[in-house]
């Protein structure tokens, strides 16, 4: 059924540009329904999805508590500290645990706040290929499309917004002090006190996970779809499911 449903818009986009292959020569491009949209339309309600998508993600999670209260993408002690974690937790550092875990989610969403530019650059970019590719994908399509194009931009964004941050919040000295006292103890195998580069990639895995569920919003729920061209589209591709 999906992939009936995406062949549609497909057909459709190949049909209406084969016209602009050859001005010149006889139309053999078939009557398509009254209400299809053309393929400029379809290309353009896909750019407005998205960047629908990506800016209610980035102000979402650039709210305060965006991160931090959100159990799906809230930022916990790295894996490889979270031994760290229990054991500073049996010495009755309790505070001290929470406060690092806080300052690391603060620290997302100051850093949430610069996505929405470098998703519209790479909205702007996309290709004839990138929509169509997208239109037959599943249903993270769009995302995959994000993580492939904006991931390198979004790194180099973040980790300066994310230091500057964790500074501001107290994150690197909470956590060096975190893993300072856990490396005082005898026999561990001592940690890296450096955590900026994990909270940056975690920031960026949770800003992905939002945009997929925005996503997967837009392609299924009819509210989701607030303007005419909207409509218009994904109204054309609910009738052709089958």
């Given amino acids: 059924m999906k992939r009936a449903f995406l062949l549609t818009p497909l ?28 393929a400029f339309e379809i290309g353009g309600a896909l750019k407005q999805a998205l960047q629908q998508g990506t800016a209610k ?38 505070d ?50 994000f993580r492939r194009t904006t991931t390198g931009e979004l790194t180099a964004k973040f980790r300066p917004v994310i230091q500057a941050s964790l500074n501001k919040v107290g994150a690197t000295k909470y956590y060096g002090t975190a893993a300072g006292e856990y490396n005082k103890l005898p026999f561990v195998k001592h940690v890296n006190p450096d955590i900026t580069d994990y909270a940056t990639q975690k920031a960026i895995d949770g800003l992905f996970v939002e945009i997929a569920n925005e996503e997967l919003n837009i392609r299924q729920n009819i509210s989701a779809r607030p303007t005419p061209l909207l409509q218009k589209v994904f109204s054309f591709a609910d009738k052709n499911k089958n």
Wanted: glycine share 6%; net charge positive.
């Fill in 96 to 145: 001290l645990c929470d406060k690092v875990i806080l300052s690391l989610n603060r620290a997302a969403e100051d850093a949430a706040k610069d996505a929405k530019p470098i998703f519209i650059n790479a909205i702007k970019k996309m290709t004839l290929q990138d929509v169509t590719g997208i239109l037959m994908g599943q249903r993270d399509a769009a995302t995959q499309y």
């Fill in 11 to 38: 057909l459709l986009l190949s049909i209406t540009l084969s016209s602009f292959d050859s001005p010149s020569a006889p139309s053999k491009t078939r009557t398509l329904p009254q209400d299809a949209p053309s």
């Fill in 57 to 94: 993600s980035a102000d979402k999670l650039s709210a305060l508590n965006g991160f931090f209260g959100n159990a799906s993408i809230k930022i916990l002690f790295p894996p490889e500290a979270q031994k760290v974690e229990h054991t500073l937790r049996g010495m009755g550092l309790n």
